[in-house]
DNA sequence: TCTTGTGAATAGGTTCACAGCA
DNA sequence: TGCTGTGAACCTATTCACAAGA
């Protein structure tokens, strides 16, 4: 497959998810502009990317696009191997992620929590396995996990995350406050309330 | 000012954010790429946006770069007149949202918290003040929100997001897992996990 | 007639490379 | 000497406009 442009990726990663919230058969690239708001002709693109000439005069057929996204970014919700993540801080945030039915259907794979607090993890109750932060490199190793959620305390946040990378973790997403500063082998992508909403009012 | 260019713009506040992390008075264009892992002169540029020419031989100043990022884009954290947000839907993830120190020190003032559940709001203790979700439309016109973060349940996401339109709101932070169609009048910034993961292994 | 798919044109951003300043 | 600031070149992405297919 060509290259594809990394914002089309990112659409056509989008796209999956707002073509199962559909309800019908076919659609086209206007009504998909019309909900998404991007140009149809970027659309059309992004899909042409796909190489899979499956359109005709009355749209794409969604289930087959659908499962086109999902192949060409290997997050076939059926994977046999799915990438395994682990969410680091199980303070109030950290425990409603655990909680999200996010994870369900994707990819990836929730495989463990982690807190300092031993008396937290004793009593939390959670379908998904928690450890102490002390066993945060064995476990990651043992497990294979791949990707982590960050959400402790800001103070421990640059900390937290040099320790991650230097147990082989992949990528970061971060839910603390703070800018992490980490070398370019580590993807990070922060999520940050007041970031998102100060670039809606310094916006184009 | 000159146009700054979109990508510029959340560079620069993401540095704003990152210069009030740094312990000395200058930094220069290399330190900064080493920080965050842009290019160098794409740093230099950004800031030269600015129109500061604060720049020397030992780089710039930081509190001065600072203070020009957070006024260029009125962001200044002792403005007079903040920018009034609220959360919509007091889940687990809602009440950690409502909780967490973000806001503090920010342009952004968190306003109020909504729930459809009475009792919750009744019993749940908060600095932020608590309405039920009948009271949105008067609330919001009332205290002049302008922005809203939304953490309802999934099968109400849309719905919300519309009323939330409807009634004058000029940006969603989208905390659900749905990918929202809304009129382009209003800017939607979806923040969700297994989207940014996803993203990841995709990524070039 | 409607829509896709795509060359070609355009717009938008980044990086190079170096003049100029402290 | 060591840095900034910026034209110019380059690269990336979006949009136009239309041929071709159903």
Redesign the pocket.
């Known amino acids: 497959m060509r290259k594809i ?4 990726k990112k659409r056509l990663i989008t796209l999956s998810r707002l073509l199962s919230q559909l309800e019908k058969p076919r659609v ?3 009504e998909l502009s019309e909900l998404t708001g ?5 659309i ?2 992004d ?2 990317c796909l190489e ?9 057929d969604i289930k087959i696009l659908r499962d086109a996204i999902c192949s060409a970014f290997e997050i076939d919700k059926l994977a046999s191997k799915k990438h395994l993540c682990c969410i680091v801080g199980l303070g109030k945030l950290g425990e409603a992620l655990l909680e999200s039915s996010a994870f369900e259907g994707s990819s990836f794979e929730l495989a463990a929590g982690f807190d300092t607090n031993f008396n937290k993890i004793e009593i939390m109750k959670s379908s998904v396995p928690l450890f102490p932060t002390l066993d945060l490199e064995k476990k990651i190793r043992q497990l294979g996990i791949e990707y982590a959620v960050l959400s402790v305390p800001d103070e421990k946040a640059q900390f937290m995350a040099e320790r991650l990378y230097s147990y082989g973790i992949k990528g970061i997403v971060n839910y603390t406050n703070i800018v992490l500063s980490l070398p370019k082998e580590i993807k990070v992508e922060s999520v940050n309330t007041v970031t998102i909403l100060t670039g809606m009012i310094a916006g184009n």
């Open positions: 442009p990394l914002p089309s086209t690239s206007v991007w140009g149809e002709a970027t059309r693109r899909i042409s899979l000439h499956n359109g005709c005069s009355n749209g794409y």
